[in-house]
């Protein structure tokens, strides 16, 4: 089969998830195209693998009068290529495919795979839907990469739609000794103390990933772990019964109350400082608003420290250093950096929305989008008690060891492929 992958500007997990699959499918011995912008290329090296060509087309993030050259390239990209299936990645890059396809003599089949919901306020929201309703009604195929995207297009009226998921790349295993290593590294550099325990998240500093709800969790906390004595009155529990947040309304898994850390009801003990990082790329004017809002918190050493790390390619080592791995973000299909974090074994605490929830099961704590007091409470329980850090770390590398890897998911994609390649030919 000739299969091509458009994309638009990525740099992270649509282009990671795409490079993948443009690999695999090639050393399967399909001719592959790779067709998106020349910096998702500089990022991802789609040009650089084996048995994969690369077009650039330069799709912006907006949608304009501009669009319709775009179309015009991309179709005589489409046509030089003879594909035989075109699959598009996301909502603009599938507008721009679905025009294109649309006027080529030899239609291949289209198929949209969407990550993310269309998010867009007023008019940019009234758009976004007609994308929507295009795209469910003339895709062959929608694949949604959570369960409440599938639903989504079905219920607008897409004839064929199917969970697909976007499997995280293989985890480097970081022997301790260089996790630890990475500890005191972060602590000289960031002037704190390697014993901390180190709270991470990874991903943009963008909207979506709602860091302002952590810089809230941070003003509940003192440096030393424990809760503001205002929210230690009002904060929730962790309990067997899997309930935990301000209303019931969170997902834990084991008993632990925070003045115990070791595992002893009524134990005390000196509790070691608290540090988050955030490690990604950031959107400037989002970065200097959380940034403001933490440094609004005050500056006394009652509040725990927050550093944002920047754009990383050692993710395997910070998810190896860190005791907690937190994801604050309203919605997500199927986020990479969790399934990362399953499979290295972290204690995770996450926000429901799309398929977070699915995703982790009973391998980590779910809090309510937006609750900063559950996050709070529950990051103060797991830093008070290591034991359950590690019973939750065990659940999640058992989660992780499920999860299909990129190849497994890449040979799935190919069986859909050939499928709707024999249906048409039927």
Known sequence: MRIVYVIGTSTGGVGTHVRALARDVAAAGHEVGVIGPRATDEHFGFSHLPGVRFAALEMGTGIGPRDAALVIRLRALLDSFGADIVHAHGFRAGLVTFLATRSLPDRPLFIVSLHNQAGGQGLRGRVESGIEILLAKGADLTLGASADLVERARSLGASGARFAPAAAPQVRRIPPEAARRTREELAVEYDFDPDAVIVLSVGRVAPQKNYPMLVRALGRLTARHGLTPVDEAAGAEVN??????????????????????????????????????????????????????????????????????????????????????????????????????????????????????????????????????????????????????????????????????????????????SELKSAQVG
Not at 289 to 306: C, F, K, N, Y
């Open 240 to 417: 067997a019964a899997g309930t935990a947040g301000t209303a019931g309304t969170a997902r834990a898994h084991l008993t632990t109350s925070a003045d115990d850390t070791d595992g002893t009801a009524g134990a005390r003990h000196e509790r070691p400082e608290l540090v988050f990082l955030v490690a990604g790329a950031a959107d400037d004017a989002v970065l200097e608003e959380v940034r403001a809002q933490h440094r609004d918190l005050g500056t006394t050493s009652a509040v725990p420290e927050l550093h944002f790390l920047g754009p990383r390619d050692d993710v395997a080592e910070l998810l190896a250093a860190a005791d907690v791995y937190v994801l604050t973000s309203v919605w997500e299909a199927r986020a990479l950096v969790l399934q990362e974090a399953l499979i290295a074994g972290k204690a995770i605490v996450a926000t429901r929305g799309g398929g977070t929830e699915e995703l982790i099961g009973d391998a980590g704590v779910l809090i309510d989008s937006d609750d900063d007091l559950a996050l709070a409470t529950v990051v103060t329980k797991l830093a008070a008690d290591p034991a359950l850090r590690t019973e939750l770390g065990s659940r999640a590398a058992a989660a992780g060891a499920r999860l299909p890897d990129e190849t497994e998911v890449a040979e799935v994609l190919l069986g859909v492929y």
